[in-house]
Antibody, heavy 121, light 110 residues
């Protein structure tokens, strides 16, 4: 059974940093590109970032480019999101999602339950 | 970035058919955008319904179907049921590893 378990969500101050983690199991992690998607309270889904199966290719939404960094450790079946220069508008539930394939043109397929990030002073 | 458009809300009668659409603020949606559709109920993670325009995800009933209608991607629900009342999101691939979600459609079954 595919499992994606996000962690690391806390209350952070504006301008601060945070690192989210996603522990994957139940599938061959190294075979899949991985996404981060967020959802602000009461709002819709917003795609945040993607990393290729080997980590050599990454992409970001304009809203987080230059502030967030996605990475992965295939030896630990783990995905990460380093979040710097946090803003109030980064407040959201952050989902980790696996792609259907290893390709960067593979959409989110299976989602974790999310970890809540609140940016507030 | 390009805006992906969806109807904010839609209603359908039980047993009825409804088609939700997913468009672009500029241009037409084609299969090259790998349109996908997700269903989300309150407090739950999204569930994949359709990927790559018209392929149903595992376990999704065949009353959910995807297509390209005119210049938009479309999700059609045939024989709507009460538990289809959810938020529905589409996502499109913009190239270079960039994906963009639509704003979502809140579907009411009444």
């Amino acid at each position: 059974e595919v499992q994606l378990v996000e962690s690391g969500g806390v209350v952070a101050q504006p301008g601060g940093s945070l690192r989210l983690s996603c522990a994957a199991s139940g599938f061959t992690f190294a075979d899949c590109a991985m996404h981060w998607v967020r959802q602000a309270p009461g709002k819709g889904l917003e795609w945040v970032s993607l990393i290729s199966w080997g980590g050599g290719s990454t992409s970001y939404a304009d809203s987080v480019k230059g502030r967030f960094t996605i990475s992965r450790d295939n030896s630990k079946n783990s995905l990460y999101l380093q979040m710097n220069s946090l803003r109030a508008e980064d407040t959201a539930l952050y989902y980790c999602a696996k792609s259907r394939t290893s390709s960067v043109n593979s959409q989110p397929d299976y989602w974790g339950q999310g970890t809540l990030v609140t940016v507030s002073s | 970035q390009t805006v992906v458009t969806q109807e904010p809300s839609f209603s359908v009668s039980p047993g009825g058919t409804v088609t939700l659409t997913c468009g672009l603020s500029s241009g037409s949606v084609s299969t090259s955008y790998y349109p996908s559709w997700y269903q989300q109920t309150p407090g739950q993670a999204p569930r994949t319904l359709i990927y790559n325009t018209n392929t149903r995800s595992s376990g999704v009933p065949d009353r959910f179907s995807g297509s390209i209608l005119g210049n938009k991607a479309a999700l059609t629900i045939t024989g709507a049921q009460a538990d289809d009342e959810s938020d529905y999101y589409c996502v499109l691939y913009m190239g270079s590893g960039i994906w963009v979600f639509g704003g979502g459609t809140k579907l009411t079954v009444l």
